[in-house]
T-cell receptor
Framework: GAGVSQTPSNKVTEKGKYVELRCDPI?????LYWYRQSLGQGPEFLIY????????DSGLPNDRFFAVRPEGSVSTLKIQRTERGDSAVYLC??????????????FGPGTRLTVL | AQSVTQLGSHVSVSEGALVLLRCNYS??????LFWYVQYPNQGLQLLLK??????LVKGINGFEAEFKKSETSFHLTKPSAHMSDAAEYFC????????????FGTGTKLQVIP
């Protein structure tokens, strides 16, 4: 596709449930980032992948959050035992390799997660 | 540690008036600075960025920003606002290193009044 795509666009779940959010980066982009944007806030870094490996997961808030990128393309963000505080828009971005500082990150439209 | 502060969560301007969105940064090392725009239900789009070199940076849609190290500022301006400029704008900073770990500000919503 032409840009970063994310599915689903909206996800409503109940407290305690498990959810998966998917990101399809721009073809050829080896760097992939996940961010979380809470209401009234700017995006907050969660995790960065270079290829298949998570090079920096320091932004993941706790061990209920996990992300994978098994083939170095599509990534899935997984949230276990969801809590109401997890409600936010989850953004994915990708950039060219090498992901040097200053290289533009291209963002997807996000997945709006609502935990009831 | 790096951070950005955006002054004013909401800014209103008349169509045709100057747009000025303020951003101050904090960084212990030379920063790279960005402005992103977010339209409703859309992803973030890069407006412009400062990495090195010329401190006055021109971006898309007629926007520009000036890096002022002495003031730790990177304010975004546009001489004449257009209705289509109504959106939320985010200032962001990353530091030199192996990859781009970006820290965003809290955003400024720009309203353009006809």
């Amino acid at each position: 596709g032409a840009g970063v795509s994310q599915t689903p666009s909206n996800k409503v779940t109940e407290k305690g449930k498990y959810v998966e959010l998917r990101c399809d980066p721009i073809s050829g982009h080896t760097a992939l980032y996940w961010y979380r944007q809470s209401l009234g806030q700017g995006p907050e870094f969660l995790i960065y992948f270079q290829g298949t490996g998570a090079a920096d997961d320091s932004g993941l808030p706790n061990d209920r959050f996990f992300a994978v990128r098994p083939e170095g393309s599509v990534s899935t963000l997984k949230i276990q035992r969801t809590e109401r505080g997890d409600s936010a828009v989850y953004l994915c971005a990708s950039s060219l390799n090498p992901p040097g500082v200053g290289n533009e990150q291209f963002f997807g439209p996000g997945t709006r997660l609502t935990v009831l | 540690a790096q951070s950005v502060t955006q002054l004013g969560s909401h800014v209103s301007v008349s169509e045709g008036a100057l747009v000025l969105l303020r951003c101050n940064y904090s960084s212990s090392v030379p920063p790279y600075l960005f402005w992103y725009v977010q339209y409703p239900n859309q992803g973030l789009q890069l407006l412009l960025k400062y990495t090195t070199g010329a401190t006055l940076v021109k971006g898309i849609n007629g926007f520009e920003a000036e890096f002022k190290k002495s003031e730790t500022s990177f304010h975004l301006t546009k001489p004449s606002a257009h209705m289509s400029d109504a959106a939320e704008y985010f200032c962001a900073v990353s530091v030199t290193g192996g990859y781009q770990k970006v820290t965003f500000g809290t955003g400024t919503k720009l309203q353009v009044i006809p």
